[in-house]
């Protein structure tokens, strides 16, 4: 008996949401059943019991009448929550070491830059000044996790190690060694005072939609060796009011930003961010989905579903992540 069709839906755009890439690596994985790259036409519908998905247009999902679960192919599920024809099956989203790993490479690479002066130091280089200045340790400087789910939790540890004062921040209480953790919006004020870098890694939900705003930046902690508290977003653009970034980098209630993900994807040319020299911006890649490794994890999800198991990864849906 041939098994249920799993249907991709990919609206990407860039190199690694390839559409013809997904498809060749999901054929290798999942040899047992039809792989249909949608658009496409001469297939029935109500034969597809699966979708792995990126961004598929709003009302798309609703054609597959027999559908049993849609596999988001990254770790946010925002784009999907929009959708209010979204089919009422489970949702599972991505939670992979390999995207994990990539995301705790870029929280500690722009940690570092902040705290080493690099802004300062690539400045003075192009300047061809040579002026050093005075270099703190690490455990001079407090970093705040917003989100200490998966990718939180990973960067966290890595923080700690290298020797940063690590605190964290999420929406039920939780116990990590050696992060000083606060949860809630009734502790979000004691986390942010003692906050000298904000990492951002909260995933885009009704809660959190425009959190990243002037009122927050303002209760950072402010007397640490940076000078003025620094910025690193790699959660989702609409968490952020970038007119407040903006002005904030300006009147200095901020030192600097790092971004990866902003409220318009690809970044409009007229945007100040481009070229403001506070910010280090990056086309959101901070963690990049490696088509090998998560059509392998929905093939391994799959087979266990058909084998009595259960799914991993579910969304909840009435939390939106
Ligand atoms: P998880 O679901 O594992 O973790 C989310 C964390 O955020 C949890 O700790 C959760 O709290 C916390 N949280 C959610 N809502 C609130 C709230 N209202 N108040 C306080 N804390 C809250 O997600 P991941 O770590 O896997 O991913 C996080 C986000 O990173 C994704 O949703 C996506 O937007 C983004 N991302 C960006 C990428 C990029 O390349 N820029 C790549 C991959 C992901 P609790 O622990 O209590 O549940
Ligand atoms: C994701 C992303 O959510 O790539 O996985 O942003």
């Not at 009302?59 to 599920?77: D, H, P, Q, R, S």
């Not at 099956?89 to 990539?102: I, M, S, Y």
């Not at 940076?226 to 910025?231: K, R």
């Not at 318009?264 to 086309?283: G, M, R």
Request: include cysteine; proline fraction near 7%; charge should be negative.
């Amino acid at each position: 008996m041939t098994k249920g069709a799993l249907a991709l839906l990919i609206h990407g755009g860039t190199d690694n949401w390839s559409p013809d890439r997904w498809k060749a690596r999901f054929a290798e994985v999942c040899r047992d059943r039809p792989v249909v790259l949608m658009p496409a036409t001469g297939f029935d519908p109500a034969e597809v019991t699966y979708a792995a998905v990126w961004k598929p247009a709003p009302g798309e999902l609703a054609a597959f009448a027999n559908l049993k679960v849609i596999f988001n192919l990254g770790a946010g599920v925002d784009a999907l929550m929009a959708d209010p024809t979204l089919p009422d099956v489970p949702l599972v989203r991505v939670a992979v070491d390999d995207l994990t790993n990539r995301m705790m490479e870029y929280v500690v690479l722009h940690v570092l830059m902040h705290h080493r002066q690099e802004l300062y130091l690539r400045a003075s280089q192009e300047a061809k000044r040579w002026a050093p200045k005075y270099q703190w340790p690490a455990s001079a400087l407090s970093v705040g996790i917003m989100g200490l789910g998966t990718l939180g939790m990973r960067a966290a540890e890595m923080l700690r190690g290298i020797g940063f004062r690590v605190v964290g921040w999420s929406r039920s209480a939780r116990q990590v060694e050696g992060v000083e953790c606060f949860a809630g919006s009734g502790e979000l004020e004691a986390f942010l005072r003692r906050t000298d870098i904000l990492v951002c890694l909260l995933p885009l939900t009704p809660d959190t939609r425009g959190i990243l705003n002037r009122e927050l930046f303002a209760k950072l902690h402010r007397s640490s060796p940076l000078g003025a508290p620094v910025l690193i977003n790699a959660g989702r653009g609409a968490l952020q009011n970038e007119a407040d970034i903006l002005a904030c980098l300006d009147d200095g209630t901020l030192g600097a930003a790092s971004l990866d993900v902003f409220v318009q994807e690809p970044l409009p040319l007229s945007s100040p961010f481009w070229s403001h020299p506070k910010v280090v911006l990056t086309p959101h890649n901070a963690a990049d989905t490696d088509p090998d490794e998560i059509s392998k994890y929905v093939a391994r999800q799959i087979a266990q579903l058909e084998a009595g198991g259960a799914l991993e990864n579910v969304v909840d849906r009435g939390r939106g992540y």
